[in-house]
Structure formats: structure tokens, C-alpha cells
């Protein structure tokens, strides 16, 4: 019969077998999706974030001109009105839409996304991989699949606007309220599509990672995208049964070292 450890969240069977960490060869079919889905979003997210440079740059050079009012005239009557301070404004919220949204996913895999920690921390390594299990199969994954469906409504009737027979797939569509403003909004919109599709396979990356957790072998270890092992960096006693881990070592580590030593006892040769 299993019994599991109410303080360390682990499967007290599972505490008599020797830890095993699973190299990239060894992980099942599962964990092998889990881990193409997580370097898919992990390469979106990535991408995504080369936009923060032209957003800090854009930013910088819109104020500078701004504050210098006589550079900018000068620029829009001789260069091109993409100097003006409207264009500029709109691209701006432009970057800043495409690296909000491609990096959704990847805060998220990342473990780097606002977390409500006061109960958490306080839980055990179980009970959070199900608070995290429950968390993604009825809010996460569902509310984004729903917000991705309708944003490619929001991007496809962006697209239809102001078109007629004489426009290429390319041309027409939405434009800028304003006369000297951006056209093609529909390009936009659609990269909030990628982006919020890349957090739905961040979700179904976890969620594949954390039923493992919950229903495979409790002595397999593999990296962990949102959770921490119990004998890993502090997480075997949290909150306020923090310790100082020289003196309170993980009791699954610690059943494993006392197998070991009895293993090794037992093959001895008897002088």
C-alpha cells in the first residue's frame, strides 16, 4: 500500500527505491513532447525578445525629437513622414504588443511569471503539482485556446476591411485612425495570434510534464519547468518549515542514501 509523507509530499514506496535522473535518451514519450513543445516556445520567446532593442530605441529617438521640435519638422519636410511623431508612437506600441505577446509562453516555462506565493510555498511538492495540474486543465489552456479564437476573428476581420477585388492578399485592410498612422493592422493583430498560441503550447508542455509527476514513477528526476524536486534548492521544507538543509535533509534522499548503505554493507565479505 502507498503511503505518502504529508510534510515532503512524496510516495513513501518510492522512497525506497534509489533516485534516478532520467538523461534526454531515457525520457518516455510524453516527457519527449513536453520538452519539443518547451524549446518551440522557448525559440518564440527568444525571438520575441530581440524587440525590446528597437522599442528602447524607437522610444529614445521619438522623445529626443520631441523635445526638439525643430529636428523634427526638419526631418518630416526633408526626410519622410515617417518621422513624425504619430508613426513613431505607433510603432512603438507596435514593438511593445510583439514582445508582450511572444514572450508570454515563454515567462511561463521559464517559471518567471507573477506568482501568488503566500499559500503556495507553504504546500507540499505534491500539492502544488496539483494546484499546478488543476490550474492548466481548467483555467489556463482552456481561457487562452478561447482568446485565440477569437483573436484570429479580431486579425481576420482586420484583414477584410477596406478590401475589394482589386487588392492582393497583402494590400488593403485595416489602417491607423489617424491620416499619417501605420496601415496593415492586421499584421499586428495576427502576432497576437502566434503569440497567445505559443502560451497554449507552453500550458500543454507543463500540464504533459506535471501528469507525469503526478501518475509516473516517483523516483524518476528530469528537469522541471515549474515545479521543484523536493530534494532540489530548498524546496524540500518551505515556508515555515524552512530548515537549514545540512541538518534536514530531504527524507527521499535520505531513505536513498540508507538503501545505498545497506546495499553495501550487505556486500561485504564477512572477515
Known amino acids: 500500500m502507498n503511503e505518502t509523507n504529508p510534510k515532503s509530499g512524496v510516495d513513501e514506496t518510492a522512497e525506497l527505491k534509489e533516485l534516478r535522473r532520467l538523461s534526454a535518451d531515457d525520457l518516455p514519450a510524453i516527457l519527449l513532447v513536453s520538452e519539443k513543445l518547451r524549446r518551440l516556445v522557448d525559440w518564440l520567446g527568444r525571438f520575441g525578445s530581440w524587440f525590446a532593442m528597437p522599442l528602447i530605441l524607437i522610444t529614445a529617438f521619438d522623445l529626443f525629437i520631441r523635445k526638439t521640435g525643430k529636428i523634427q519638422v526638419w526631418l518630416v519636410e526633408n526626410v519622410s513622414d515617417f518621422f513624425g511623431s504619430t508613426l513613431l508612437q505607433e510603432l512603438e506600441w507596435h514593438s511593445h504588443t510583439v514582445l508582450f505577446t511572444l514572450v508570454l509562453g515563454f515567462g511561463y516555462i521559464w517559471n518567471t511569471q507573477v506568482r501568488v506565493d503566500l499559500v503556495r510555498e507553504t504546500l507540499s511538492f505534491r500539492k502544488k503539482a496539483w494546484i499546478e495540474f488543476i490550474g492548466l486543465t ?6 487562452t485556446c478561447v482568446v485565440v479564437y477569437f483573436a ?5 476581420d482586420s484583414w477584410a476591411i477596406n478590401r475589394d477585388a482589386n487588392c492582393a492578399w497583402y494590400q488593403c485592410g485595416e489602417i491607423s ?14 502576432i497576437m495570434v502566434i503569440g497567445l498560441l505559443g502560451a497554449v503550447i507552453a500550458g500543454i508542455s507543463v500540464w504533459l510534464q506535471v501528469v507525469m509527476v503526478l501518475f509516473g514513477p516517483k523516483h524518476w528526476r528530469y528537469p522541471l519547468m515549474t515545479l521543484e524536486w523536493p530534494e532540489e534548492s530548498g524546496a524540500t521544507v518551505e515556508g515555515k518549515q524552512r530548515l537549514d538543509l545540512e541538518t534536514a535533509k530531504d527524507q527521499l ?19
Open 253 to 271: 534522499e535520505l531513505r536513498s542514501a540508507k538503501q545505498k548503505e545497506a546495499t553495501q554493507k550487505a556486500q561485504e565479505p564477512e572477515g
Open 152 to 156: 484570429i476573428v479580431y486579425t481576420v
Open 138 to 143: 481548467i483555467f489556463l489552456i482552456p481561457y
Open 177 to 190: 485612425a489617424s491620416l499619417v498612422g501605420l496601415s496593415h493592422r492586421w499584421i499586428i493583430k495576427s
